[in-house]
């Protein structure tokens, strides 16, 4: 009764809202770009991959497939890899620990992504979480911007095993994620999309 429009910011909402009365449109996350330095990734000695965790959304994210995945790829690459895990600390300790990564293991249940991957994907990171065929569909994504993650262990491996072995591409999708941040999200962008559907919903 009180609100004329409702907005989905990204495809784990819009199947939820799509069918309300008052469903106005789809309009992705902002991201503030200037905050989010990008470095390109080099791999000087081992890959580094960070699993952040958070007791309060350890299930909601699927994080014990990336933990038992993370076993397996230890095992298999000792050499080749270094594994930061960090559980519920301060935000600066998860982010200092987080800059250090090449890829980052954000959720297995999504099909899209929000602000903790698209935030490490504005700095260059390689980020496992949502990229469902609807989000790729929507965005018309030709090359991966990030890794769709799901909850299979087999198949985090086999992903997770493929930058192993070819790690420029680690770097390829670097770059296409922060591009990808830059095209679709910033904020500038958004809010401008904000303010031209509000016009049009008062004009209706």
Do not use: W
């Amino acid at each position: 009764n009180n609100f004329n429009g409702l907005i989905a910011t990204d495809f784990d909402y819009f199947d939820a809202v799509k069918n309300y009365p008052i469903f106005s449109d789809f309009i992705p996350y902002p991201i503030d770009l200037t905050k989010l330095d990008f470095k390109e990734l080099e791999i000087k000695d081992k890959i580094i991959i960070f699993l952040g965790i958070n007791k309060l959304s350890y299930n909601q994210k699927g994080i014990s497939y990336f933990e038992k995945a993370l076993k397996i790829i230890e095992q298999k690459y000792p050499d080749k890899v270094e594994i930061i895990i960090t559980n519920t600390v301060p935000y600066p300790v998860y982010i200092e620990s987080y800059n250090k990564a090449h890829i980052l293991l954000d959720q297995a249940f999504s099909r899209d992504q929000g602000y903790n991957a698209l935030e490490a994907m504005a700095k260059g990171k390689v980020v496992f979480t949502g990229a469902e065929t609807p989000f790729v569909d929507h965005y018309k994504i030709a090359e991966k911007v990030c890794i769709n993650a799901i909850p299979d262990i087999d198949y985090l491996v086999q992903e997770l095993s493929f930058l192993i072995e070819n790690p420029s591409e680690i770097s390829a999708i670097g770059k296409r994620a922060r591009s990808f941040v830059e095209k679709e999200h910033d904020y500038i962008k958004i809010a401008q999309k904000y303010l031209d559907l509000n016009r049009l919903i008062f004009c209706l």
